[in-house]
T-cell receptor, first 113, second 112 residues
Framework: EPEVTQTPSHQVTQMGQEVILRCVPI?????FYWYRQILGQKVEFLVS????????KSEIFDDQFSVERPDGSNFTLKIRSTKLEDSAMYFC???????????FGSGTRLTVV | EDQVTQSPEALRLQEGESSSLNCSYT??????LFWYRQDPGKGPEFLFT???AGEEKEKERLKATLTKKESFLHITAPKPEDSATYLC?????????????FGSGTRLSIRP
């Protein structure tokens, strides 16, 4: 069964450092998303991406965040200057044209120290 | 504002004891209600999509139903391996890239 792959599974970074989280969505999917989940809280929407541009972003997705699809397979989330409150699980998801189901990756656990 | 509320927050059942989880939603223009299973430290795993009131979907011991205001996830004769957090989400808006909005989930624990 096709999967969304995320790397790394766990990243520890110093406050103020830049991090890039990587995702390989399902190959024939058209829509890409990043979500995050702070420990014990809801899964929260960050950004959606289609046709090489951002479709929608939440209030959380401020100027410190950016997304990119640098080639035909990867989808990345960059946090320019990490803060302690950025510590969370970050999930990438993708969906096909019919949006029948959103497939999520296993996540990257980001710890900012 | 679009909103998803799940109840109960946590549910402990004996193996074989059937029950239901509730998801109530407020959304302008529902374009799909989703159920996911999430194991600790893992990503949400897709279970069902429901589109219209009266629709039902089944998978093994799980059955999801939808009304105009809420959805239920019925668990029949659960086993310990059904222990997980069950998440409900709704898709709203008319953009093809519309996000889904999650509820807080129900933590289900099945005792052997």
């Amino acid at each position: 069964e096709p999967e969304v792959t995320q790397t790394p599974s766990h990243q520890v970074t110093q406050m103020g450092q830049e991090v890039i989280l990587r995702c390989v969505p399902i190959s024939n999917h058209l829509y890409f998303y990043w979500y995050r989940q702070i420990l014990g809280q809801k899964v929260e929407f960050l950004v959606s991406f289609y046709n090489n541009e951002i479709s929608e972003k939440s209030e959380i997705f401020d100027d410190q965040f950016s997304v990119e699809r640098p080639d035909g397979s990867n989808f990345t989330l960059k946090i320019r200057s990490t803060k302690l409150e950025d510590s969370a699980m970050y999930f990438c998801a993708s969906s096909s044209r019919d949006n029948y189901g959103y497939t999520f990756g296993s996540g990257t656990r980001l710890t900012v120290v | 504002e679009d909103q998803v509320t799940q109840s109960p927050e946590a549910l402990r059942l004996q193996e074989g004891e059937s029950s239901s989880l509730n998801c109530s939603y407020t959304v302008s223009g529902l374009r799909g209600l989703f159920w996911y299973r999430q194991d600790p430290g893992k990503g949400p795993e897709f279970l069902f999509t429901l589109y219209s009131a009266g629709e039902e979907k089944e998978k093994e011991r799980l059955k999801a139903t939808l009304t105009k205001k809420e959805s239920f996830l019925h668990i029949t004769a659960p086993k310990p391996e059904d222990s997980a957090t069950y998440l409900c989400a709704v898709r709203a808006g008319y953009s093809s890239a519309s996000k889904i909005i999650f509820g807080s989930g129900t933590r289900l624990s099945i005792r052997p």
